[in-house]
């Protein structure tokens, strides 16, 4: 091979690496922008808790959108334009179940929770439909959740679900009017603000003493003796008389508890832990929590303590109690009371 047929090849390749490298920076900026775009990253409340509390503030975590009859009862007027975009459809005959399933589809694809809502004609009752339901009706409400513990909606999301309704009516023969998408983002704005104030959990935490560990087994047996019942989640759960979730009880390790690994499973604490505002009633909640924990170091023979494994004081604990209520407070006042329908689909 000649020098030229060398020089050649070497230029060859530092042009391809030079091609290879643009196209991986343009591909890093690009999945960039899409982060920035749909994940709606926000500061982490952790940060703002005081570390003196003796009571551990977290974040909580989110969870994936859905459609369907758990996102809360149907209120007279149809959806709630306080915390979701409602885009109005008219058919001309009743839409069929195929075409409802077909549109259920579409709206599950915008990142945040979506549900149709329909009804007979004027003066008749807003009923939720699903895949189950029979539609067979004229008119329907298309509703995007604003906000969710995943952030507030972003245009792309809010403009995609516009077209989407248009294309679907299209199909259809029926006719849809969205509503304003820039009053509904900076709506969407104002309201996660407000929700990521008010978006953290109290936590208690039982350490076994230094150099041993709870066997898994016994803290099994210990927290069914408080009434704790352990979910496919892994976490043990302490619920109410209608089975709502009050408060959880997790473990230190990054395992989670399963009734099939319980034998070999071992752990050197737990944090009790309460969501605050998915939870009515706060004070008398945090203190069963408490009391619970108490009980649950007791038996296993561990200590109550702080995130800084400082045992509890009361002292402590009042400044807690005196922040969950202005918190509770701050929410009725903006009509999202804690635990509520409205609460329990914002913080979800």
């Given amino acids: 091979m000649s020098d030229l047929q060398i020089a050649l090849a070497a230029i060859g390749?530092?042009?391809?690496g030079g091609v290879y490298a643009f196209n991986l920076l343009q591909e890093r900026k690009l999945q960039q922008r899409l982060r920035?775009?749909?994940?709606?990253?926000?500061?982490?409340?952790?940060?703002?808790?005081?570390?003196?509390?003796?009571?551990?503030?977290?974040?909580?975590?989110?969870?994936?959108p859905?459609?369907?009859?758990?996102?809360?009862?149907?209120?007279?007027?149809?959806a709630d334009p306080s915390i979701e975009f409602i885009a109005f459809i008219r058919a001309g005959q009743p839409v069929g179940d195929?075409?409802?399933?077909?549109?259920?589809?579409?709206?599950?694809?915008?990142?945040k929770p979506a549900r149709v809502l329909g009804r007979d004609g004027?003066?008749?009752?807003?009923?939720?439909?699903?895949?189950?339901?029979?539609?067979?009706?004229?008119?329907?409400?298309?509703a995007l959740q604003l906000v969710n513990r995943s952030g507030p909606v972003h245009a792309?999301?809010?403009n995609g679900f516009c077209d989407a309704l248009r294309e679907w009516s299209g199909r259809h023969g029926a006719t849809v009017e969205c509503g304003d998408?820039?009053?509904?983002?900076?709506?969407?704005?104002?309201?996660?603000?407000?929700?990521?104030?008010?978006?953290?959990?109290?936590?208690?935490?039982?350490?076994?003493?230094?150099?041993?560990?709870?066997?898994?087994?016994?803290?099994?047996?210990?927290?069914?003796?408080?009434?704790?019942?352990?979910?496919?989640?892994g976490l043990f759960h302490l619920c109410d008389a209608d089975g709502h979730t009050l408060f959880t009880m997790e473990n230190h390790e990054p395992e989670p508890f399963a009734g099939g690994r319980l034998a070999t499973m071992q752990t050197t604490g737990l944090t009790l832990l309460l969501d605050v505002p998915r939870i009515a009633g706060g004070v008398a909640v945090l203190d069963r929590m408490v009391q619970t924990g108490s009980a649950v170091a007791e038996s296993l023979g561990g200590i109550l303590v702080d995130d800084n494994r400082t045992p509890l004081q009361q002292a402590g604990l009042e400044?807690?109690?005196?922040?969950?209520?202005?918190?509770?407070?701050?929410?009725?006042?903006?009509d999202i009371a804690a635990g509520s329908p409205r609460a329990l689909r914002l913080f979800a």
């Fill in 98 to 111: 195929s075409a409802l399933r077909e549109l259920l589809s579409q709206l599950a694809t915008f990142g």
């Fill in 181 to 233: 998408t820039a009053a509904a983002l900076e709506t969407a704005r104002g309201l996660d603000a407000f929700c990521g104030e008010m978006d953290v959990a109290i936590g208690v935490n039982v350490v076994a003493p230094s150099g041993s560990a709870f066997p898994a087994e016994q803290v099994a047996e210990v927290a069914l003796a408080a009434g704790f019942s352990l979910e496919p989640d």
């Fill in 36 to 64: 920035q775009a749909f994940e709606g990253e926000r500061d982490d409340v952790l940060l703002k808790a005081p570390k003196a509390d003796p009571v551990e503030l977290q974040q909580e975590p989110r969870i994936e």
């Fill in 13 to 16: 390749l530092v042009v391809v």
């Fill in 319 to 334: 400044r807690i109690r005196q922040q969950l209520q202005e918190i509770h407070a701050a929410m009725a006042a903006r």
């Fill in 156 to 158: 792309p999301q809010l």
């Fill in 122 to 142: 004027d003066g008749t009752a807003w009923r939720l439909l699903d895949r189950g339901s029979h539609a067979g009706c004229h008119e329907l409400q298309a």
């Fill in 66 to 78: 859905r459609i369907g009859a758990a996102d809360g009862p149907v209120p007279e007027g149809g």
